[in-house]
């Protein structure tokens, strides 16, 4: 056992001296006192400062030195979660370039504390929250990440998560079950990402849940893996009619959904397993078989153009 705390922190770094330290000071200003952070290096660019900060707060964090290069945030938190995700009850995930807000892990822990009481723990859960948008030097581009993309936080349902992600990993918390359930996926190659893996495990075998209340500055740069995108812009708007990126998102999203009924099939409901099913059996299909197929799934997305976008090139 690493520590005794209830929450695990898991960062991993890819060259993020720019702004790991000032993400891993905001984790140490947390109001509440009941988390262990680990931090990890892909390729040990940031390895000096993660050590330096591993050194002065031994009892709060460890710099975990994998020897590993992974190529990918996905690759590299399903890592750390499969590694560490059950020496805590609970698990949250950390970018490198963010700031956490002192409440954060008191309000995810207490919302994360209340669907265990009414649960219990071994059912898988999986809280989420909002975020708010800043620029490279924090100045707000939105206090909403939900609003800045057109994204509903609360479009939870198995057969919505299918077809769009609506969790954002450095906002959510998962229980020790939904760790271990995680686990079994390390290295699945039609993973999109860990954040909306672990949605469809917690919306399929337990429960994902909202909190509409942002708890971190999500800082937009130049650098960004993965970044927020202003849903309105005009440019966003025409990227979710053109055919290339609509066709891959759909048959991304279809190798995920049959990877996913392949490691978890024993314990989905039947209805769950139809889904997945009905998902990969699309491209089977006529177009206007397919869009009775949509409709009558619940397989749409959440605005006006993405559903467009489908309708178009689905």
């Known amino acids: 056992m690493i520590h005794d705390k209830k929450v695990t ?96 892990v008191r309000r995810t822990l207490a919302a994360m504390e209340a669907e265990e009481a009414k649960w219990g723990a071994q059912k898988p859960l999986l809280v989420h929250t909002d975020l708010r948008v800043v620029d490279g030097n924090l100045k707000e581009l939105d206090p909403s990440f939900m609003h800045f993309s057109k994204i509903d936080g609360g479009r939870l349902a198995f057969h919505q998560l299918l077809v769009q992600n609506v969790v954002t990993g450095c906002t959510m918390m998962i229980n020790r079950s939904l760790a271990k359930l995680g686990s079994r996926a390390e290295g699945c190659e039609a993973m999109l990402m860990h954040d909306w893996w672990l949605a469809l495990l ?48 759909r048959d991304d999203s279809l190798r995920q959904g049959a990877a996913f009924l392949k490691l978890y099939e024993a314990e989905m409901s039947p209805e769950d397993r139809a889904l997945c099913q009905s998902l990969a059996g699309l491209k089977k299909q006529g177009k206007l078989r397919r869009l009775k197929t949509i409709r009558a799934k619940g397989f749409w997305k959440n605005t006006l153009p993405r559903r467009l976008g489908q309708f178009i090139w689905w």
């Open 202 to 249: 917690a919306a399929a075998l337990g429960r994902c849940v909202f909190l509409p209340e942002a708890t971190l500055d999500y800082r937009q740069h130049g650098s960004n893996q993965v970044g927020a995108k202003r849903a309105g812009s005009l440019s966003y708007l025409l990227s979710r009619l053109k055919g290339k990126y609509v066709k891959k998102m």
């Open 9 to 104: 922190i898991l960062l991993a770094a890819y060259r993020g001296n720019a702004y790991a330290g000032a993400q891993i000071q905001s984790i140490l200003d947390q109001d509440c006192s009941d988390w262990f952070l680990i931090v990890s290096d892909d390729g040990e660019d940031t390895a000096e400062l993660l050590e330096s900060f591993a050194r002065a707060h031994p009892d709060k964090i460890l710099h975990h030195r994998s020897g590993r290069r992974f190529g990918s945030a996905q690759k590299h938190f399903m890592y750390l979660i499969s590694r560490f995700g059950q020496a805590a009850p609970y698990t949250m995930c950390a970018d490198q370039d963010d700031i956490w807000h002192p409440d954060k």
